[in-house]
């Protein structure tokens, strides 16, 4: 084959590849991702840990949401857990409280469920509650 006809063959290999480019591009950006959102009660497996958020309730301390959990035993009850509100994503707090998860709180053994209540710093508005695991998030409403 002579040069001039390799580069012309190159570039429209190049040509090619830059519009294949594009169209994924394309593609990918009018993707929706859409995280499901689970009615309070309703229980979801993530990975290797089942979840259930009971009941999300608002005071002048902050809030209060009363989880259960099963799964890996040893692994913090805390980790993972957020509160969406007021546009901002807030992390539980790890004090000690009665009743409450804080940083030590761990999963029991693979069968047993614990049950506890996460605290969060008061917010106005609260959107959801969500676990993340494994990659895969769910989220709870009120």
């Given at each position: 084959m002579k040069t001039?006809?390799?580069?012309?063959?190159s570039i429209c290999c190049g040509l090619l590849i830059l519009f294949a480019?594009?169209?994924?591009?394309?593609?990918?950006?009018?993707?929706?991702?859409?995280?499901?959102?689970?009615?309070?009660?309703?229980?979801?497996?993530i990975g290797d840990m089942t979840v259930n958020v009971q009941s999300i309730t608002e005071n002048s301390?902050?809030?209060?949401?009363s989880i259960?959990?099963?799964?890996?035993?040893?692994?913090?009850?805390?980790d993972g857990w957020r509160l969406l509100g007021d546009g901002k994503v807030l992390e539980p707090s790890g004090?000690?409280?009665?009743?409450?998860?804080?940083?030590?709180?761990?999963?029991l053994d693979d069968e047993a469920t614990i049950q506890c209540v996460l605290r969060f710093?008061?917010?106005?508005?609260v959107q959801a509650?969500?676990?993340t695991r494994a990659g895969e998030q769910r989220q709870w409403a009120p």
């Open positions: 001039r006809n390799l580069i012309i063959l480019g594009g169209f994924k591009l394309f593609q990918v950006a009018t993707d929706r991702a859409e995280v499901p959102v689970n009615l309070l009660g309703k229980e979801s497996t301390d902050g809030i209060s949401v259960a959990m099963r799964g890996v035993a040893g692994d913090s009850v805390i004090a000690v409280v009665t009743g409450a998860c804080d940083a030590s709180t761990v999963v710093a008061a917010v106005k508005a509650v969500a676990y």
